[in-house]
Structure formats: structure tokens, C-alpha cells
């Protein structure tokens, strides 16, 4: 009853706290810690995971945006989500406005971890108004590998 009525952030947290309490008596607690803090962190620096990401998509609790151009866009992507390429932002920007409002969580991706795209879009994002980003930084890459929905 308690866990029904704690904020995401604050379950988080106390059960960050309850493993790292836990890690002291197994060494197999004390890598679940560390994986869970790691994960914690990078949810706090806007960063998503895969778990993470794909936990927003089951959920529908957030609009997927691709940030690699339209043509890789349309060729494949994952299902559901909007093209807001990097490099045509601003056209593209006034039609995207209309379809997704401020306060909605936006998760932005490209193609992998060593794309900047992602970063870019989500940033210009912030710029407009968008308070509510998070970078879904493994990408199609991870997104595709999981065996996870996709389109295009």
C-alpha cells in the first residue's frame, strides 16, 4: 500500500536505499545496487536505458521522437514515433508544436550512443519550452537489437 502512493522518483530512491542496506550481507545485491544507481543516474541527467525507454513505451506514457533524418525515418523507426530530424528542426518544428503539448515526457533517440542527434533535438526542445526531455541514448541500435516494435 505504502510503494502505491510513493512518486516514481521517491520509490526509486528508497529502493536504491533498501539495496545499498541489502549489498552489505551479498555480493549479488551489492551488482544490483550498483546497476539500479547507475540507472538512477542517468534517469536524473535526462539519459534513459532500454529498460527505461521501453518501460515509457508499454506505458504509452511518452511521445518518441527520431532525430536522424526523414529518409532514414521512413525507412525504419521505432513504432509510434514522430521524425523531428536534427538537421530540418526548424521546419519541422511548427507542425510538431500543434500535435504535442508542453508537459508531455518527450524521449528522443537517433541512431546509437555516439550519436549527437538525440542530444541536439532534445536541447532545442528545452529551448522551446519543453521542460519534460529524456534521451534514449543506446537508440535504434539498442531498440532494433532488443527485438523491440518497430515500423517503417
Known amino acids: 500500500m505504502l510503494l502505491s502512493t510513493m512518486s516514481g522518483k521517491l520509490l526509486r530512491r528508497t529502493l536504491v536505499a533498501s539495496l545499498l542496506m541489502l549489498s552489505c550481507l551479498s555480493p549479488a545485491l551489492a ?9 538512477l543516474a542517468k534517469e536524473e541527467s535526462g539519459e534513459l ?16 521522437v527520431d ?6 525515418y521512413y525507412k525504419s523507426h521505432i513504432k509510434g514515433a514522430l521524425s523531428l530530424s536534427d538537421s ?7 507542425d510538431f508544436r500543434q500535435k504535442i503539448t508542453i ?7 537517433c541512431v546509437g550512443p555516439g550519436c549527437p542527434k538525440a542530444r541536439n533535438v532534445a536541447e532545442k526542445l528545452k529551448q522551446n519550452g519543453y521542460r519534460n526531455v529524456k534521451v534514449f541514448s543506446g537508440g535504434l541500435v539498442d531498440w532494433s537489437h532488443a527485438g523491440f516494435p518497430m515500423e517503417g
Open 31 to 39: 551488482q544490483l545496487h550498483a546497476a539500479a544507481s547507475v540507472a
Open 49 to 64: 536505458d532500454l529498460p527505461a525507454a521501453k518501460a515509457h513505451f508499454d506505458t504509452h506514457s511518452a511521445c518518441f
Open 67 to 72: 532525430a536522424r533524418s526523414e529518409y532514414s
Open 88 to 94: 530540418r528542426f526548424d521546419e519541422q518544428f511548427p
Open 103 to 109: 508537459g508531455t515526457l518527450i524521449v528522443v533517440y
